[in-house]
């Protein structure tokens, strides 16, 4: 179908910036919706950031301001840039796309996450 790889989590200081990275493969797809959600035990997984087709945005409270998503159509990728990261941001941040494969078939595929933690 679609698959979905994240990328460029890591260890972090708190105050410290990450960029993550999600880049869609297949073929004759086309991605409407792309998000960024994140996942810590115990709590459900949460929309980060949001970004549509056509660039409009949304954000978490708790990440607006620190946090900034973009994406290239022409490249299938997506970004988060985070800064200023707090302890309370440590997840598995996962990569989220929705659209249309082989011209009309609906996809909703899934990254399988990368962690974001803190040293202390």
């Known amino acids: 179908q679609v698959q979905l790889v994240e990328s460029g989590g890591g260890l972090v200081q708190p105050g410290g910036s990450l960029r993550l990275s999600c880049a869609a493969s297949?073929?004759?797809?086309?991605?409407?919706?792309m998000g960024w959600y994140r996942q810590t035990p115990g709590k459900e997984r949460e929309l980060v950031a949001g970004?549509?087709?056509?660039?409009?945005?949304n954000y978490a409270d708790s990440v607006a301001g620190r946090f900034t998503v973009s994406r290239d159509n022409d490249k299938n990728t997506m970004h988060l840039q985070m800064n200023s990261l707090k302890p309370e941001d440590t997840a598995v941040y996962y990569c989220?796309?929705?659209?249309?494969?082989?011209?009309?078939?609906?996809?909703?595929?899934w990254g399988q996450g990368t962690q974001v933690t803190f040293s202390s």
């Open positions: 970004i549509t087709r056509g660039g409009r945005t």
């Open positions: 989220n796309a929705r659209g249309v494969w082989q011209g009309w078939r609906s996809f909703d595929s």
């Open positions: 297949g073929s004759g797809f086309r991605i409407d919706d």
